[in-house]
């Protein structure tokens, strides 16, 4: 099999590191803008069946041209472009998969579910960590259960220090930290979507080797979950964890008007506030200290006539072997084993297709274990 990748930057490098180091992989080729970028992340990260090349991840016509020889591509740019890769994607009939984080643009690409039908590709959105992961734990989950009333999903990328005032460093692009405090988020209550603020409900929890933390809503991280249980789950709701103190601090700076796209007149010219926020993100947030991720799945129900509670959850730590922080990892494997999955055959629905609906969970998670991401399960 051969997979295309576009995009240099963090998620894009450890998609190939996963990818060029797979069972029946044969090339892997590396695509960014800046090919000079792409050439060396291809030699530091790939081996020998990695190639690297410059595209312009806007130009359709020049994406779908160098899709021709992939069976497959993987999206690790930023998710404004991916409507437009799915629709190269189509067209070069080539499986495609990304990593998500908007709703609105998956919806657009649920509406070209016919056109990859007919293509005979399969098109999986939002493949990421949360997006992404937390999909697939989540229809393990459910199966063990006759009628699940609720269903909690924490989720946190953290350094493994906190540093104040924040608390937090980027682990993953500043465009995507906004909007994910910034856009609605969609839970399910009484059986049925609700749109609800993000950085609101805001609540207390507790890891093991990590101490108090605090969790709030974020958009995007139910992705496709709501309308795939709607009706079958009575409540589903996911949280961001943060250190304490954290929601506080930040969220007053995205009410002030931070975060608006909607240009304002500094030192004579018209600027998008979120573009300067982003750049004061990046330049004070950006310590590349060793970081974990948390993740948490509380499942409540019924199975065989009597309640029932399981707990999903996860504590990865960066890889120093490797070099690649645990952000990079729990974002970047989901989406290659996925991709390796359809190309393997073991995935067979064709069409937009959600991953808690596409993806077995349990070999799905034996991946994750082989790559050392270890889903821990226990009831109580």
Partial sequence: MKIA????????????????????????????????????????????????????????????????EYDACISAVTYKYNEGLTRAAIKSKTHFFD?????????????????????????????????GMVSVLAAAGIKEFDKISSLKIRVGGLPQVPRPPLNYQLVFSSEGLINEYWEPVVILENGLPKTVNPMSGLEELEF???????????????????????????????????????????????????????????????IEPREVFKKVLEKNLTFNEPDLVLVRLIFEGVKDESPKKMIYEIVDRQDSRTGLTSMMRCTSFPVAIIAWMVCSGKIAQRGVVPQEVAVEPQFFIGQLKKRNIIVNIRES
């Fill in 5 to 68: 990748v576009i995009g240099s930057g963090l998620m894009g490098r450890a998609v190939v590191y996963d990818l060029s180091r797979a069972d029946g992989v044969e090339k892997v080729g590396l695509f960014d803008f800046d090919a000079d970028l792409a050439t060396e992340i291809a030699r530091k990260y790939g081996n020998d069946i990695t190639s690297a090349g410059k595209i312009d991840a806007r130009d359709e016509d020049e994406v779908t041209a160098a899709l021709g």
């Fill in 99 to 131: 990593l998500g984080g908007n709703n609105d643009v998956v919806r657009l690409q649920f509406e070209q579910n016919s056109a990859a039908e007919a293509a005979g590709i399969t098109i999986i959105p939002d493949c990421g960590l949360a997006p």
């Fill in 208 to 270: 093991d080797g990590v101490g108090k933390l605090e969790a709030f809503y974020t958009s995007g991280g139910t992705s496709t979950l709501p309308q795939t249980y709607k009706g079958i789950i009575d409540f589903l709701d996911y949280k961001t964890i943060r250190y304490p103190g954290h929601c506080q601090l930040f969220k007053p700076m995205l009410e002030i008007g931070l975060a608006s796209r909607s240009p304002i007149k500094a030192g004579g010219q018209n």
